[in-house]
């Protein structure tokens, strides 16, 4: 058996993201986001789910830090559900949403895991979306006063801390494929969208600095990749243009301080339009102390003329996917962790997320999820390949500690490494639990 063995420097973690699993949604002052309202609307979300109940962490966060802690690992990444600390958006505080999160802060000090809290995971506060929501550039200075708040209320505890999560999702996914809240389908929307996240992700790093001058703060973008089916042009620069979308667009304003002029022309050409004010990429580029990369599938990408934006058609390399059909493109990882190294320099980079889902239940009060367990050890073998090849991976954190509210798809799909009964709330380990425990223990694994 061959043995994987990573750095000691090499941290691990769990994540999840407060509409994922808190439920409460309308317990302790909390309001409603745009999540609740998008999940509420019938034909929206698979099921009719939403997150009303979720996993009940609300409640039972005790108990979820003593999976962490007997999981053994060093990081626990979490988001705030910022109608929950600020009900309107803007404005009055709520304390029992403070509370919550004060408590859970401490429970995990306490327990020897160190909080990472991520401030914005999509659920956006439903008042905020009657105010025009991202599309308007207001938007900024809500997001920089709720960050501030957040820096000032939690900032002697926690030191680590992500602004957005996946801004391609928050923007294009959302308003311009209209899969997820609030489900707009205007290539102009997204755009707009996807600046002001930038721009309110900048503006919070300014923020961090005056607030919490020795803590560390990064942002995480989802990233894919797509390999040319063939050396011809046409493919190379297909498969190019459309990781652009996620990669360049995301990453070059804040590393470079320029948007990747092709895609600007390419939207404009669909009518939309780049809106950037004087002084904006200034504030976006604010050095950031390292990057979050979500990473979970890949395809080949081959030139398809007239196939969406970027005329690109994605083939999977071969039959296996996951529950979720996401084709697994281990190697993909690699190729995206030493692409970001050579196009960014030595930024250091946590793997915010990655993970499978596999729909396993419970047998016997067990979970046998063979697969997930599979797709952990592949991937991360292709990490250990990443560190080898110079790329300065700080962390590893999966998604998810639990089974949760997968957004569009509801609770059919599952990504944990805990199985959630979700009328009794029961947590069930899975094999891939103890898998992930021994891994952490031992820093490595055999493959
Ligand atoms: C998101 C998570 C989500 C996961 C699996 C990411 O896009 O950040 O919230 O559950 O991937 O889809």
Known sequence: MTNIQFPDTLKWGAATASYQIEGAADEGGRSPSIWDVFSHTPGKVKNGDTGDHACNSYHLYKEDVQLLRELGIDQYRFSISWSRVIPDGTGQLNKEGITYYRNLIQELIDNGIEPMITLYHWDLPQALQEAGGWEVREIVEAFQSYAETMFQEFGNKVKKWLTINEPWCASFLSNYLGIHAPGKTNLQTAVDVSHHLLLAHGKAVQSFRKIIPDGEIGYAPNVGWLEPYSPNQADVDACRRSMMWQKEWFMDPVFKGTYPETLVQLFAEH???????????????????????NYYTGSLGRFKKGEG????????????RTDIDWPIYADGFYKVLTDIHQTYGDVPIYITENGACYNHGVEDGRVHDKDRIEYLKQHLTALHRALEAGVPIAGYIVWSLLDNFEWAEGYEKRFGIIHVNYATFERTKKDSYYWYKETVKNQGFHV
Not at 309 to 320: A, C, G, K, N, T
């Open 309 to 320: 934006l970027f005329q690109v058609e994605e083939i999977p390399l071969d039959e296996r």
């Open 271 to 293: 009518n939309a339009k780049l809106n950037v004010e004087e002084g904006d990429l200034a504030i976006i580029s604010e050095p950031v102390d390292f990057m979050g990369i």
